[in-house]
């Protein structure tokens, strides 16, 4: 065609918007919903979710979404649903009549956007299912949620959608080496040249909306999927619910570039929906045009005792997990805490020298030589 006519095209880039996929997780623990009830319930948080899911996924018709529960004894997806009942479409009868139920009239309602009523409609019976499913004996001393195990589905999830958005688009990121400590992935990177994000790769941040408290035995677990998230250049923002101590998570949002935002006050619960869309709702090409909300807070680097998670400035380590605890804490055999590791104090089962404030250290006097000498209280005698 250029041939025909006699001009010169230049092959112009492609600078359309990747398709963005963000994961949620959703704490689910009904002890930690019922002490903000009254300010929050979750029904209503809900509500202001899937608001907040309709924005994403009209943002770009590529858009995608996964909702995944992190409840007391599991980490269980809301979306895609575990199963394809919700989203299949109603069955048809020899006589040629539908025999859809109540729950496909509701997906198929007129006053909604098809694909956003089902994701709503899986989403909130994903949700039923899985509380329905609770049982008393569950819920019996049963405080935290599974926070590690929705992580680790999320990351395995982006990085499954990750791999087959690549090997459609022919991008090079198709060939991620896993095992590779070297090996970086680029498609989030948004400071440099990158080819990869141009050509239409996928960008994916995950989002976590806690409310339970920390729970130290999922330290472990825990912080691997953070030193995967960085690996992988995926943000993890994090959206407190309640006042509880979330030191780990702040810093979990600051090496992976994420935003932390708490919103743990009645006023703000009442205003959750505007928290959603205009903190988290950006995407990251989004967010190097834009000042995110909470950057400007300084970051809690101090380390805080497993046992109590109090800021401590003398502590001691296990030598197996590093897992810091304000005094000699073992259980009745010996073991740590976090790892049941089999530690033995010996004679490190006391309070540690303490310095007089009055002592000095010994000057040095730099010798011709480069050699170091201590300097003496004695004037130095003059050879004549």
């Known amino acids: 065609m250029d041939a025909a006519d006699a001009t010169s095209r230049a ?5 359309t918007e990747p398709p963005s996929l963000l994961a949620i997780i959703l704490d689910t623990n009904p002890h930690a919903w019922t002490s903000i009830s009254e300010s929050l319930p979750l ?28 409840h007391i004894d599991r980490a269980e997806f809301l979306y895609p649903p575990p199963d394809s009942a919700t989203t299949t479409s109603p069955s048809v009868n020899g006589n040629g009549k539908s025999t859809s139920n109540g729950d496909q009239d509701q997906v198929d309602d007129a006053n909604k956007y098809r694909p956003f009523a089902r994701v709503e409609h899986a989403i909130t019976t994903s949700l039923q299912r899985l509380m329905a499913s609770t049982s008393k004996a569950d819920l019996e001393g049963a405080t935290e949620s599974m926070v590690a195990g929705a992580l680790t589905r999320a990351l395995a999830f982006i990085s499954k959608q990750t791999a087959a958005t690549s090997s459609n688009s022919g991008s090079a990121q198709a060939g991620f080496n896993y095992s590779d400590p070297s090996a970086a992935a680029g498609s989030n990177d948004f400071t440099t040249d990158n080819t990869a994000f141009r050509a239409g790769s996928l960008s994916s941040r995950i989002l976590l909306i806690t409310l339970s408290p920390d729970d130290p035995d999922q330290y472990i677990p825990v912080m691997n999927t953070i030193f995967a998230a960085q690996r992988l250049s995926i943000p993890l923002d994090i959206l407190p619910l309640t006042s509880s101590n979330k030191t780990f ?61 109090r800021i401590v400035d003398l502590g001691y380590v296990c030598s197996i997990c590093l897992s810091i605890f304000c005094g000699p804490t073992l259980d009745e055999q010996g073991r740590c805490l976090t790892c049941s590791s089999e530690l033995s104090l010996a004679a490190f089962d006391r309070k540690p020298a303490v310095v007089p404030a009055a002592a000095k250290k010994k000057k040095k006097k730099k010798a011709l030589d480069g050699s170091a000498t201590p300097m003496s209280g004695a004037a130095t005698p003059m050879v004549e």
């Open 249 to 309: 998570l702040q810093q979990a949002a600051d090496a992976t570039q994420g935003i932390y935002l708490p919103v743990t006050t009645p006023t703000a619960h009442a205003g959750l929906l505007q928290y959603l869309m205009f903190a988290y709702l950006p995407d990251l090409s989004a967010r190097q045009h834009l000042i995110s909300p909470g950057s400007d807070s300084g970051v809690d680097f101090r380390a805080a005792c497993f046992c109590h998670r």
């Open 11 to 15: 092959e112009t880039l492609d600078l």
């Open 43 to 70: 029904s209503k948080a809900l509500a202001n979710l899937l608001v907040f899911v309709n924005a994403h996924l009209a943002i770009n018709p590529a858009n995608s979404i996964a909702v995944i529960a992190s």
